[in-house]
């Protein structure tokens, strides 16, 4: 065993024995993907589309629609083509941009444990230590 006796539990040699070994298969088992949001964007313009769901099926605007000015005429680049996903036919982004989902990820971030004590200790300065560590530490930041 080692050092200080602990004792891995059931659950721990379950894990132990069926630890994942590449990368995808760990974030997937630990819940560790992050939500992603594939955006389209313009390859001539940069301007950015998010996606349409109906169903199952994600959908992008075909074409940019932004215009320079009000009367000009849009930009018209093309944001999506056709590609082969699991057997099917589908239209995706020319040049997806993705990008993590804030909101989930600020729920993830909170949820994380002891993190809420973190927040609570946040505006709390610790001047009972000598040594300054974090801007918090010390009669003042
Ligand atoms: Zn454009």
């Not at 944001?79 to 993590?100: F, N, T, W, Y």
């Amino acid at each position: 065993m080692s050092e200080g006796g602990h004792t891995p539990s059931a659950r721990d040699i379950r894990l132990l024995n069926n630890f994942p070994t590449d990368l995808r298969t760990a974030r997937k088992s630990l819940d560790l993907e992050p939500d992603i949001i594939t955006y389209a964007s313009c390859t001539k313009c940069s301007s950015v589309y998010p996606p349409k769901k109906s169903g199952d099926v994600t959908e992008w605007p075909m074409e940019c629609t932004w215009r320079p000015f009000k009367t000009s005429s849009p930009c018209g680049q093309s944001l999506v083509k056709s590609a082969v996903e699991a057997g099917e036919s589908v239209r995706v982004p020319v040049c997806p941009l993705a990008i993590q989902n804030f909101n989930s990820f600020v729920g993830r971030l909170l949820c994380r444990p002891g993190y809420e004590k973190i927040l609570d200790e946040g505006t709390v300065l610790n001047n009972k230590t000598d040594q300054l560590q974090d801007i918090k530490d010390g009669a003042a930041i």
